[in-house]
């Protein structure tokens, strides 16, 4: 529906403002009288109203004509700032003449929320200057998790149309609120998928493993999954993108669009950003948060890391350690630093008796989803080691709390200790995500670590720690870690590594193997890339014309070849690791 006043034209611009009167003065006085009755039991009827107007065709467009015209809307669903900034950018990319040696693609690149949108357009507008065929296509929700009534969602899609009509000369934006495709029973692939993001989406939103089908935030999430997929199934089909190109490929629907993809044989690329600036995560048929390092592993496995190299990832973990920021990492690991390993022996009253550590993840986060390798939950694998460590007071263990359930909502790991065992005996330490602990103090004094997913695995492993991995993480099986498949084999494991801790510390060689695989996971994995999902933080430094010059393509122009499916190479990069 095009909005433009000068082509609707002023008399029906009259239309609208006696209509959008008529519903002002009869619906909204009804309803407030319904109100005064006790029919509907709401401080402000404002929301009741927006439900009824959602319903009725044009309602939202008829109020942004009336209403908003050229102005923001004021929700959290903003786009201000990419407004304002789209005629430079595509006026720099009209300026671009097209020097990149691969075929010309047609390219599908997806977002859902705001933030996401905005990166989403910057990247979109990035490949159409490398001379690609682009389509934008969007949901215009300003959280994943709130069921907004359909007149803010349409008004959320006119504003976003409106906003991104400035670029569509150079992309083509495609609103999935506007195209609904007629419904069709899904495709039972395609519904299994759609019912394992839900699971993934209601396990991230209210940080728990262990999911009921009936709770409302799943009912709502599988309503919002399955429209995406009844509308991009349709779409992708019709379209047939060359390559399809999507933020994260695991939850919401990023999630959806991955699976959908997938199902449809589309080559799909999937990326994401970490702490480090200035670079992203990027796979291909796969999904990013899976971190499959296999490949890259693969190239650079058997090559030599030079002493640059060994000192850079050192200095890297001398910084997590100490509590400073290193290098493009904008994110603290620890919230003190270290405060040496008598100082917390002290602290928690150890003895001589050997240390397990047991470090766990966020309960939730993105990189446990889907990571079961032989236990049912990660709550599960903290149980039952608890239970196994209470036949062993002849060992001490500590669990240590990941720092990020700070801000955890609701269940926390907390929780499975103390259901588990509420009372916990002299040897059994647990170490909450609130209390001033340096997890590496912790590294330092134990013999054996466990964990599931979390990178203090590989931590544990550079110090020659002899570490147990039950989750699906991108260290498991790369040579320098213990990797058991089943209870049995987890369970048997360690009684033989607490016969005799010591003995089982890494060789030379094994930790050394750890040191070349953290720098190649932190310098090589990540590659370069010049638009954060904070994008404004990056746009200033890192204009179009910047990124598409002669020394920008040196830097980021084989990303930009592997974000439209150019085969990854891993052996393309100097000898600082960077590509």
Excluded: C
């Excluded at 009209?94 to 933030?115: C, D, E, G, M, N």
């Excluded at 993108?241 to 939850?251: E, F, I, L, Q, R």
């Excluded at 370069?528 to 999902?533: D, G, R, V």
């Amino acid at each position: 529906m095009n909005l433009n006043l000068d082509q609707w034209g002023f008399q029906v611009y009259n239309s609208t403002v006696e209509y959008w009167n008529f519903l002002r003065s009869n619906i909204v006085e009804s309803f407030i009288s319904k109100q005064r009755h006790g029919y509907i039991m709401v401080k402000d009827n404002k929301e009741t109203l927006k439900r009824f107007l959602g319903g009725i065709p044009l309602t939202a467009e008829l109020y942004w004509l009336v209403r908003q015209k050229d102005n923001p809307i004021h929700s959290r669903f903003s786009l201000k700032t990419l407004h304002e900034a789209l005629p430079e950018i595509v006026g720099e990319v009209k300026r671009i003449k097209p020097t990149s040696q691969i075929q010309k693609k047609k390219v599908f690149i997806f977002a859902a929320l705001h933030y996401w949108i905005e990166q989403a357009t910057i990247t979109a507008l990035g490949l159409a200057a490398d001379n690609h065929d682009v389509t934008l296509g969007f949901y215009p929700y300003f959280d994943w998790f709130t069921d907004s009534t359909k007149f803010d969602i349409r008004r959320q899609n006119i504003y976003a149309q409106k906003v991104l009509q400035e670029a569509s000369s150079v992309i083509n934006p495609v609103s999935f609120v506007t195209y609904r495709a007629p419904y069709t029973p899904l495709p039972k692939a395609v519904q299994d998928a759609v019912n394992e993001v839900t699971i993934f989406d209601t396990q991230y939103t209210l940080q728990i493993e262990d999911v009921d089908t009936t709770w409302p935030t799943y009912q709502f999430r599988l309503k919002r999954n399955q429209e995406a997929a009844q509308s991009l199934l349709a779409w992708l089909r019709t379209n047939k993108p060359d390559v399809v190109v999507v933020p994260n490929g695991t939850v919401q629907e990023f999630g959806v669009v991955y699976r959908v993809a997938r199902f449809l044989k589309i080559p799909v690329v999937t990326y994401e950003f970490s702490d480090q600036k200035d670079a992203l995560w990027l796979a291909q048929n796969a999904e990013i948060m899976r971190q499959d390092t296999s490949e890259m592993w693969k190239a650079q496995s058997e090559t030599k890391l030079s002493s640059e190299q060994l000192k850079r990832i050192q200095a890297l973990f001398e910084s997590r350690q100490q509590a400073k920021t290193n290098e493009n990492f904008t994110r603290k690991w620890q919230n003190l630093p270290s405060q040496g390993a008598a100082s917390v022996r002290e602290e928690l009253k150890l003895d001589k008796r050997p240390i397990v550590l047991l470090a766990t993840n966020v309960l939730g986060d993105s990189l446990t989803l889907g990571r079961q390798v032989f236990t049912k939950t990660m709550a599960e694998w903290v149980s039952r080691t608890i239970l196994y460590f209470i036949g062993r007071p002849d060992i001490q263990l500590i669990i240590r709390i990941h720092p990020g359930e700070i801000l955890t909502r609701e269940y926390s790991m907390v929780d499975v200790v103390r259901q588990t065992l509420p009372e916990l005996p002299e040897f059994i330490h647990v170490i909450n995500p609130e209390e001033k602990v340096n997890t590496y103090d912790l590294v330092e004094i134990a013999d054996i670590g466990l964990v599931y997913t979390t990178t203090v695995g590989l931590e544990m492993a550079l110090k020659g720690l002899p570490v147990v991995v039950s989750g699906k993480t991108h260290y498991r099986n790369r040579g320098f870690t213990y990797d058991p498949a089943s209870w049995v084999e987890y369970f048997k494991l360690l009684g033989m590594l607490l016969e005799k801790p010591r003995e089982f510390r890494l060789s030379k060689e094994m930790i050394h193997l750890a040191w070349k695989y953290a720098f190649h996971f932190f310098y090589t994995f990540p590659l370069p890339f010049p638009w954060h999902i904070k994008i404004w933080q990056d746009y200033d430094s890192h204009k179009i014309s910047q990124v598409f010059s002669k020394e920008g393509k040196k830097k980021y122009g084989n990303t930009f070849r592997y974000l439209v499916g150019e085969p990854l190479d891993w052996t393309k990069m100097n000898h600082n690791g960077r590509h």
